[in-house]
């Protein structure tokens, strides 16, 4: 979760959502990506997915059985659905996004049985951590728009 938690830091140091994520199988870093919708105007350019396509592209396949996938946010129905299509086998995060996450807080789509994959949840590690993180890029960002 240190390494998500570096990503979603670069994130914030460049105005974006601060969300990290890390894609690792059998002790090796196949994939990291943080939030970078602004920069690309890309509504798809979340943490989780772009880690998914750099860790599909270093293993010559988008099958990734056996990978563990760290962020520092629940992910959503659109991240989740990559994530379950993409053969992960657990999605460790931080903490629970009530408004918009498919991992147990609106959805769990993690599990659902109708799936042909479940993937394992591991949810709030470093919770504190990740929600802060948040919290503090929220508060920044009203404060700016407060003083324009």
């Excluded at 002790?27 to 990291?32: A, D, P, S």
């Excluded at 919708?37 to 099958?63: F, M, Y």
């Amino acid at each position: 979760m240190g390494k998500a938690l570096r990503e979603a830091a670069k994130a914030a140091a460049r105005g974006e959502v601060p969300i990290g994520a890390v894609v690792v199988r059998d002790g090796e870093l196949l994939g990291r990506g943080f939030n970078e919708r602004e920069r690309k105007k890309d509504p798809t350019a979340h943490a989780e997915v772009i880690a998914l396509r750099r860790a599909a592209a270093k293993s010559d396949s988008w099958r990734l059985a056996g990978a563990d996938l760290y962020v520092t946010l629940e992910p959503c129905l659109m991240c989740m659905g990559a994530i379950v299509l993409a053969r992960i086998r657990r999605v460790v995060f931080g903490c629970y996004d009530p408004k918009g996450g498919a991992a147990g807080s609106l959805y769990n789509v993690a599990q659902d049985g109708r799936l042909n994959h479940q993937v394992e949840l591991v949810p709030l590690v470093r919770a504190v951590e990740c929600s802060q993180k948040l919290s503090e890029f929220f508060v920044g960002l009203r404060k700016k728009k407060a003083a324009q």
